[in-house]
């Protein structure tokens, strides 16, 4: 897991509790539960968009006060509605 980065805040937390998206081949056993995903790059998007689609409830935290223009342009109509709605 070379790239399998996590914020020091969560290095003391189980792998049941804090985890990486690259252990993961699927994310079915998520279905049905609360997921924060942590990011604001492609790979947090993605992965919170197919967490969703497989019936989490998926938050996404970002460090960045922005996504990126062209990560933005390639968001579909859908993703990018569930990202921008007002609570």
């Known amino acids: 897991m070379l790239f399998a980065w996590r914020p020091k805040e969560f290095q ?3 792998p049941s509790l804090s985890s990486h998206t690259c252990v993961y081949r699927s994310f ?6 609360q997921v924060l995903v942590v ?4 790979s947090a998007l ?4 197919l967490l969703y689609e497989g ?3 998926v938050e996404i ?12 342009r390639g968001l579909g109509k859908v993703i990018r509605r569930a990202l921008y709605r007002a609570y």
């Open 28 to 33: 079915a056993q998520f279905a049905g539960k």
């Open 61 to 72: 935290v970002a460090r960045s006060h922005r996504l990126s223009k062209t990560l933005h």
């Open 46 to 49: 993605e992965s919170g968009a």
């Open 55 to 57: 019936g989490a409830a």
């Open 39 to 42: 990011g604001s790059g492609q």
């Open 12 to 14: 003391g937390l189980t």
